[in-house]
């Protein structure tokens, strides 16, 4: 089941929840709706799913105009972060609810619901659990559960809606390999919305990161790291450090040290940042001549095999030019042979980063 949707614009009251919205998800894909709150995220995918009306704009099911169909007649599937389980029944009776409700003319028979559902149960690895109670669950459990019940009614569609959002960081991890490998075999196309980084980068096949109500960039995981359109994408997308300066005729000028942009070679003079990650950037000990951004290491966080320098800029260093604080990532091996200690002066010079022109006020 292939997704088309065209122009789609929501308004809630007088704020706007998205704008001119244009995107295809092909069937089969796992693709991850990426943004802060508020950015329009949800609103996307309860559009797609019926809950909401799009103010203008389409909806097409593999070609198909669905924006008029009604929720119950659009084959969806929903999982929601709070698992939304009936208390009252058993693990086996809420994933067979949905088989259960559905028309006298289109429902299985009950032989049939009681191999769907142990189907089911064995395919999220709970089979064991069938006679219990959501109160006797783990949260990972329940939410496995959860999909299991939206799964029974063979949506031709799937919706995540923060999915591991209530979990703690071990279990969401399980549950992003466990949701991939079980993607992996069943195919579905399914849509999930997140504001985790890692979680989109990892799970899906092609990331949608949203801003303000419009898509700010669409592309693979390894694309939108590697190849960010904007300076959103690049700051959401992981650590990040900002640096302001000039760019030059295919140089950006920054204190102490100059990077080349042959992207900007025709910029005059011109405002300009670049953003940084931290483990782009080189750091060494100060010494006399050193070409780079002279800065104090204010603390050092040593966890496994990374070390992850805090550093404060010197006040020569004009540090309203950048953020007060800058983040380096360097190897523990590194940081220990090199034997850095808290209030020491380093330098610090970018091996690379991704340089932005600042707009122009008309």
């Known amino acids: 089941m292939s997704i088309e949707i065209r122009n789609v614009n929501k308004h809630f009251g007088t704020f706007q929840a998205l704008r001119d919205v244009n995107l295809d998800i092909a069937s089969g894909e796992l693709l991850a709706l990426l943004g802060p709150s508020g950015c329009g995220k949800t609103t996307l995918l309860r559009i797609i799913a019926g809950l909401e009306t799009p103010d203008t704009g389409s909806i097409h099911f593999s070609g198909e105009d669905t924006t008029d169909v009604h929720v119950r007649e659009r084959n969806v599937g929903f999982v929601f972060q709070h698992y939304a389980l009936f208390r009252h029944m058993s693990v086996f009776e809420n994933v067979a609810f949905g088989l259960r409700v559905k028309p006298r003319d289109q429902r299985p028979s009950e032989t049939q619901i009681k191999q769907k559902v142990t189907d089911l149960l064995k395919l999220v690895q709970l089979d064991w659990l069938g006679d219990r109670y959501p109160s006797q669950l783990s949260g990972g459990q329940r939410q496995r559960i959860a999909l299991a019940r939206a799964l029974a009614v063979e949506p031709q569609v799937l919706l995540l809606d923060e999915p591991f959002g209530a979990l703690d960081a071990k279990v969401r991890k399980e549950l992003r390999r466990w949701l991939r490998r079980l993607h992996d075999e069943l195919h579905v196309t399914s849509i999930f919305v997140t504001h985790d980084q890692e979680e989109a980068l990892e799970v899906a096949d092609r990331v ?14 390894q694309d939108v790291w590697d190849h960010p359109a904007s300076p959103f994408v690049y700051g959401f997308l992981g650590d990040v450090n900002l640096f302001h300066g000039r760019a030059h005729e295919g140089l950006l000028h920054l204190d102490g040290v100059s990077i080349d942009t042959p992207e900007h070679a025709g910029a005059q003079n011109a405002q300009a940042f670049a953003y940084v990650r931290p483990h782009d950037l080189d750091v060494q000990r100060h010494t006399l001549g050193a070409s780079g951004i002279v800065a104090t290491l204010s603390r050092a966080i040593v966890v496994g095999p990374i070390a ?34 808290e209030g020491e002066m380093l330098v610090v010079s970018p091996r690379k980063a991704r340089v932005f022109l600042q707009p122009q006020n008309n």
């Open 208 to 221: 949608v990161l949203m801003n303000k109500g419009v898509v700010e960039q669409s592309g693979s995981p």
């Open 308 to 341: 992850r320098l805090e550093l404060l800029p010197m006040e020569n260093n004009h540090p309203a030019d950048h953020d007060p604080l800058i983040e380096a990532q360097i190897p523990a091996q590194q940081f220990r042979e090199l034997g850095f200690k």
